[in-house]
């Protein structure tokens, strides 16, 4: 089962090369780079969280999809840059320039292939640059190609309004909702007697400066929790998952199909 999460039908590299060049609609056929990391999650969670929740979320979206819009998800790229968590042991991370130059190379065989849409979908937090600057320069060098760099999270749904003020507001990794939807996608992979609560401890001589957000620093994760959780693990629940996965799937519907209905603006 190579497809994982992902519907069979939906998946690219199911397609044989004929199949590849016969697809009627290449301007506008969506094909969706999932991109997650193997790093730690704290003592509760397994290392694959970040490409299970992309690979799942994909999944479901593609299955509620209209069957009506061309859209295939590659492979997932399961290694991302997650130099900020390898301090803790089982963490395995790219550099900047190996991440960008594979998904550089992997977007111009799509480009080669006659495709003319790429979405990179990204579900590691430690990488959303990479993601805009690939997604710029396969633009710049081919200017027929749409290449639209997307967190997951990021799509319309309703995730923050199920979490506490101070998970919404703090809550970084391997809290509340990344545990909830594990326990929605991989139960059996989730330690809950082992889940922890904890938070960055407060920058002193600043009230403007903080980790998360318009005003941040550097950090790695070493500098923020002990544990390597950042968030409340212990509120984690399975409804919470499974209303997050329904929600974050359905705002990638939308994504999706806003995707395969745009054209690129021209002067």
């Known amino acids: 089962m190579m497809h994982n999460f992902i519907p069979p039908n939906r998946y690219f590299p199911y397609l044989t090369w004929n199949e590849v060049e016969a697809i009627p609609d290449k301007q506008n056929t969506v094909i969706i780079q999932p ?49 900020e968590h390898q301090h803790f042991p089982g963490t395995v991370t790219l550099s900047t320039e190996t991440l960008s130059a594979t998904l550089m190379e992997v977007g111009e065989s799509i480009y080669r292939a006659g495709l003319r849409k790429l979405v990179l979908m990204n579900s590691h937090g430690g990488q959303p640059e990479v993601m805009q600057m690939v997604a710029r320069d396969l633009h710049v060098k081919y200017d027929d190609l749409m290449v639209f760099p997307i967190f997951t999270w990021r799509v ?23 545990t909830s939807i ?22 002193p001589n600043t009230n403007l400066l903080n980790p998360k957000g318009n005003l941040s620093f550097a ?46 603006p021209q002067i």
């Open 35 to 83: 991109v997650g990391a193997i790093e730690q999650h704290g003592p509760h969670l397994p290392l694959i969280v970040d490409a299970a929740i992309g690979m799942g979320v994909l999944g479901k979206a593609l299955e509620k999809l209209d069957s009506k819009i061309p859209a295939f998800a590659l492979p997932m790229l399961y290694y991302g840059k997650s130099n």
């Open 156 to 178: 319309p749904n309703i995730t923050k309004q199920i979490l506490t003020s101070k998970e919404a507001q703090q809550g970084m990794h391997a809290g509340d909702a990344e």
């Open 182 to 203: 594990l326990l929605a996608l991989l139960p059996e992979q989730v330690q809950m007697d082992k889940a922890v609560r904890e938070y960055p401890p407060e920058s």
């Open 219 to 264: 950090w790695s994760t070493k500098d923020l929790s002990k544990s390597g959780v950042i968030g409340d693990a212990t509120t984690a629940t399975l409804e919470k998952g499974q209303q997050i996965l329904e929600s974050v799937s359905d705002g990638w519907v939308q994504i999706i199909k806003e995707i395969y209905a745009f054209q690129q």
